[in-house]
């Protein structure tokens, strides 16, 4: 049973700093793609970064100066550091995580659907002015 497991979130002024942290449980497979997305107030889902097992990574452009996703396979621990926060950085950020690695980047770079087989639910940033 695989379980994605969000923390790290929270309430912080705008130029703070944080790292959200995503606990990939029972999750074994040699070959993945995982990435994080956003969904603020009222908006759509929003790609933000994916990294597969082969450490390639990819991101939004308009984001890609301010978050860095990476991972631990030791702890099976996906990150994703968020520096200098804005007030429209304020959502709810999701984990995710499938199988295979030929599909992962195109999820940013071109919007291809995603293929992932597991979300987590959710961790809650909000960033005050």
């Known amino acids: 049973h695989v379980q994605l497991v969000e923390s790290g979130g929270g309430s912080v002024q705008a130029g703070g700093s944080l790292r959200l942290s995503c606990a990939a449980r029972?999750?074994?497979?040699?070959?993945?793609?995982m990435g994080w997305f956003r969904r603020p107030p009222g908006k759509e889902r929003e790609g933000i970064a994916v990294?597969?097992?082969?450490?390639?990574?990819a991101y939004a452009e308009s984001l890609k100066d301010r978050f860095t996703i990476s991972v631990d396979n030791a702890k099976n621990t996906l990150y994703l550091q968020i520096n200098s926060l804005k007030p429209e950085d304020s959502a709810t950020y999701y984990c995710?995580?499938?199988?295979?690695?030929?599909?992962?980047?195109?999820?940013?770079?071109?919007?291809?659907?995603?293929?992932?087989?597991?979300w987590g639910h959710g961790t809650q940033v909000t960033v005050s002015s």
């Open positions: 990294i597969d097992s082969d450490g390639d990574t």
């Open positions: 029972g999750y074994t497979y040699d070959t993945y793609c």
């Open positions: 995710a995580a499938g199988q295979g690695v030929g599909w992962c980047l195109d999820v940013i770079r071109v919007g291809a659907e995603p293929d992932f087989d597991y």
